[in-house]
């Protein structure tokens, strides 16, 4: 799955790069990337009825610059859209190429963490 997160996210060329999938009972229901206005969360999700989204489960990984595998945390926004989406659990990839598999229901956004990060690229 982390493979094909990151073939697909390698398949674009802004600096930027995070991609989300929003998974359900083993089956993939949306793969996006972020856009310059919109965060790949949100771009999964739109489309997506509740009854698809309700604890569902979406996957976020981030490449950075040097295409290495960076700090995919969710932001605030994304976390309050996917709530309201009722999306059960979020994952995300760390600097530490490991997943962190977090309850959305518990789940803080790291805001000056994730905005730390992002500005050394
Ligand atoms: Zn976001």
Known sequence: M?????????????????????????SVLSIAVNTP???????????????????????????KKDNSVGLAAPCERCAALMREYHVKDVWYTTNTMTI???????????????AQETNNE
């Not at 206005?37 to 490449?63: D, N, P, Y």
Request: net charge positive.
């Open 37 to 63: 206005s919109k965060h790949a969360e949100e771009m999964a999700l739109v489309g997506l009825t509740l009854g698809q989204t309700a604890v569902a489960t979406v996957v976020c990984f981030r490449i």
């Open 100 to 114: 962190h598999k977090a309850q959305l229901k518990t789940y803080e956004p790291k805001l000056k963490w994730y």
């Open 2 to 26: 982390m493979d094909y997160l990151y073939e697909y996210a390698q398949l674009y060329r802004h600096s930027k790069r995070h991609a989300a999938m929003v998974i359900k009972a083993g």
